[in-house]
Nanobody, 116 residues
Framework: QVHLVESGGGLVQPGGSLTLSCAAS????????MRWYRQAPGKVRELVAS????????NYVESVKGRFTISRDNAKNTVYLQMSSLKLEDTAVYYC?????????WGQGTQVTVSS
């Protein structure tokens, strides 16, 4: 059974940093690309960053380029999202995502609140 468990969210001031983690189990993690999404109140869920199975390729939504870094440790079955220079508009629930055999799997999400 696929499990994705996010952690690392919290309250941070504008300009601050946080690192999110997503621990994966139930599938061969090293064979699949991974993604981070976020959903702010009243908004649709948006793709923030993705990383290929072998870490060779990563992509970011324009609004986080240069501030967020996605990475993975295939030995630990974990994907990370390092977030810096956080802005008020980064406030959202952040979700880890894997797509296996065409089906999406989600974690429970972790809340990130950027506020002064």
């Amino acid at each position: 059974q696929v499990h994705l468990v996010e952690s690392g969210g919290g309250l941070v001031q504008p300009g601050g940093s946080l690192t999110l983690s997503c621990a994966a189990s139930g599938f061969t993690f090293s064979r699949y690309s991974m993604r981070w999404y976020r959903q702010a109140p009243g908004k649709v869920r948006e793709l923030v960053a993705s990383i290929a199975a072998d870490s060779d390729t990563s992509n970011y939504v324009e609004s986080v380029k240069g501030r967020f870094t996605i990475s993975r440790d295939n030995a630990k079955n974990t994907v990370y999202l390092q977030m810096s220079s956080l802005k008020l508009e980064d406030t959202a629930v952040y979700y880890c995502n894997a797509r296996l055999m065409g089906s999406p799997y989600w974690g429970q999400g972790t809340q990130v609140t950027v506020s002064s």
